[in-house]
């Protein structure tokens, strides 16, 4: 029985669960007295680790030790190198180094930016902006139109654009095949921008994807067509996903990942200047963390992971 008071985050959900099984994953979980935790056994050249994608759900600070040791438990009995972890309450990197933790390059991201939709939608749409919620309610006198698919073929339209971003920001996509099976679950949802243009013709300008969790939805990805960019499809786009989760009765809409960095020259500022600039909260995680099992496999494993990571930038 699940402790009605953990909130797991999207990716500790059963849904999540089936659908890292489907890709051929061994998951573990294990629910506590005031932790739980959805665990999957991902492998490496040198052996398997344990990862808990923003894991383990604490019911508060204290509950991390208790927490620590199951997942060493379930670590060990699987002979892993180690357990990666990335607890939804902030942590010190002190508080971490208690339960045997070292800081580790980040997978998810240790911040996020959030909308409350308990809102009214005039109280949104005050938090958008004038300028912005313009062009959403303008959009069809623009020639632009917004359309959901769940279509393979769509997800072409999307990828395009989802490349050139990542070429531009400096960052590793997913891999197609990992988003088209998204879409064959319920929580994948691709949306498309598409631009009539003086004959008529439909371009796609602009795609996302957006997940829909028990309680929030997710600003999962997004491209766009930089030609097209004074259109603001991807504010179109971002507008009518957050009515949508709105309507759909989400509680709040979690727009995914940003930089606490006022560096222009950081690769996810302008992408956090554009999520911010809709209104919202700022959300703080904890942060990835590696708890070694064997330390001399990790030791390892931590000298190759940065040579792993320039092998993967160089193949893209």
Known sequence: MKN?????????????????????????RENGKNYAFMAILKPTSLGNYL??????????KSALKSAAVAIKKFAKEKNCIFARIEPTIPF???????????????????????????QSEDEIAQSIGKNKMRAWKNRKNKGISVRTSKKAEDLE????????????????????KYLENQLKFDFATLYIADYSDEN???????????????????????????????????????IQMIFDAKNAGKKIFDFWGITTSDSPKDPWYGFTKFKKSFGG??????????IPINHSKY????????INRLKRKIKR
Do not use: C
């Not at 971490?96 to 991201?109: L, T, V």
């Not at 909260?281 to 590696?290: F, L």
């Open 200 to 238: 008529g013709k439909k371009i796609p300008i602009a795609a996302t994807i957006m997940y829909t969790g028990e309680d929030a939805s997710y600003y999962a990805y997004a491209g766009a067509d930089y030609k097209f960019r004074k259109k603001e499809a991807g504010a179109i786009l971002l």
């Open 4 to 28: 009605p008071a953990l909130k797991p985050h999207f990716l500790q959900s059963e849904i999540w669960e089936d659908f890292q099984r489907a890709e051929g994953y061994e998951i573990f």
């Open 299 to 306: 030791r390892i494993y931590s000298l190759l992971r940065p």
């Open 51 to 60: 990862f808990l994608p923003y894991g383990p759900t604490l019911k508060d």
């Open 92 to 118: 010190s990197a002190a508080e971490m180094k208690k339960i045997g933790a070292k800081k580790s390059h980040h997978f998810d991201p240790e911040h996020t930016w959030a909308m409350d939709l308990a």
């Open 281 to 290: 909260y700022q959300i703080d995680y904890a942060g990835t963390y590696d």
């Open 157 to 176: 339209i999307f990828f395009k654009f989802y490349e050139s971003v990542a070429a531009k920001d400096n960052f590793q996509t997913n891999e197609r």
